[in-house]
């Protein structure tokens, strides 16, 4: 008996044991560590995208450029994810007409607590020698929403001549519209200025603010002032444009200076400098840098300028033109300062607050 009880007694020894053994450990999960966040991003934004152009209003960057066919806006939280954001078409045109083919430049601005879009176009089928400016409005608080309206075409009645490349000037409580357009005389295309008495109306005479001057200038035909943009600092009002032709490797941007507080329909409030202040770069596959336009980083603390260019010499005034972004500062004198185009597939450091 004593037998059968010690061995009784190491069966469930053994029993007891083995069924601790095969009790499953608890679960520990293990420890993920989640990526780490892009600080970086690369020009060029996208494959393709001519004349671009960039405004910012409650927290979101909307984004356009050329497309030709229609018009369509970007919407964005972080201009270094462009990429991501689709593309809605705001505008098709009719058909047939005045505005129905050749649709570019488009710019967007908030005026008046409306969305305004200026943008180029001309009949089909007739060449490119009836180019114009023209107009659409939108009382919505997205412009990605809702219905634009045509306010029709944006001219002078004493000078209608052709205009493409239209933007806003705002200085000493007055509106202002400046383009690029012909003199009725020659194809050189000069920037004008003139005053607005709405956002779809000009209203007084046209001034002639600039035209192909200098060497730097006249890389063509045509020949070429075009793609005014506004940038003001400190003191200064900086007028940024474009020159020579836009296929040509040479087209790069030039400046107007003027004081905050002139009369930007004064020629003689205007200076106009003698050497590009931003130019191609075959070092870095930077080729036809121009027609540009500038937004401030998330925080608001830092300028950026937006601009096309081809990625190898003698690509042209086409699609092959992408859209390409980079911080820049401020010389002394309250003009900007670009530097050199950034080489393209290069880590930059995005914008502040993104």
């Known amino acids: ?19 601790q053994k095969s009790k499953p450990a608890p679960f520990v999960p293990l420890a993920v560590t989640p990526p780490a966040a892009t600080t970086t991003f690369t020009n060029p934004l996208l494959p393709s995208g001519p004349d671009p152009w960039v405004y910012e209003k409650d927290g979101f960057y909307y984004y356009m450029h050329t497309l030709n066919d229609r018009l369509a806006i ?6 270094s994810d462009l990429s991501r954001a689709t593309p809605v078409t705001v505008w098709t045109p009719p058909r047939t007409g005045n505005a129905s083919s050749n649709l570019w430049a488009p710019e967007l601005f908030f005026l008046d607590g409306k969305w305004y879009i200026y ?7 007739v060449g490119l020698g009836q180019q114009k400016t023209w107009v659409l409005e939108n009382a919505s608080a997205d412009p990605t929403t809702n219905t634009w309206v045509d306010r029709g075409r944006l001219f002078s009645p004493i000078t209608d001549f052709w205009a493409i490349d239209g933007t806003i000037l705002e200085q000493n409580g007055n509106r202002y519209f400046i383009w690029s357009g012909h003199d009725g005389i020659d194809a050189v295309q000069r920037l004008y200025i003139s005053r607005m008495s709405n956002p779809w109306t000009l209203t007084g005479p046209r001034v002639e603010l600039s035209h192909p001057q200098y060497a730097w200038e006249n890389v063509g035909p045509p020949f070429v002032n075009e793609g005014p943009e506004i940038i003001k600092h400190g003191s200064k009002t900086n007028l940024v444009y474009s020159a020579s032709f836009c296929g040509a490797d040479q087209y790069a941007l030039g400046l107007l200076t003027a004081s905050s507080t002139a009369d930007p329909m004064l020629l003689t409030s205007w200076t106009k400098s003698a050497t ?35 990625s190898n010499p003698d690509e042209g005034c086409v699609e092959k033109r992408n859209p390409r972004m980079q911080k820049f500062g401020w010389n002394a004198d309250d003009t900007p300062n670009f530097g050199v185009p950034v080489s393209i597939n290069t880590p930059i450091l995005k914008p502040s607050g993104e």
Not at 3 to 18: C, D, E, R
Not at 292 to 307: A, H, L, P, T, V
């Open 119 to 125: 943008y180029t176009a001309g009949p089909a089928n």
């Open 1 to 19: 008996m004593r037998y059968v009880y010690h061995l009784l007694f190491w069966v469930l020894i053994l029993g007891s044991t083995a069924c």
């Open 276 to 310: 590009p202040i931003f130019s191609q770069s075959p070092a870095n596959r930077a080729y036809a840098t121009g027609h540009n336009g500038f937004f401030k980083s998330k925080d608001g603390q830092e300028d950026w300028i937006i601009y096309h260019a081809n």
């Open 74 to 79: 970007w919407k964005t939280a972080k201009m």
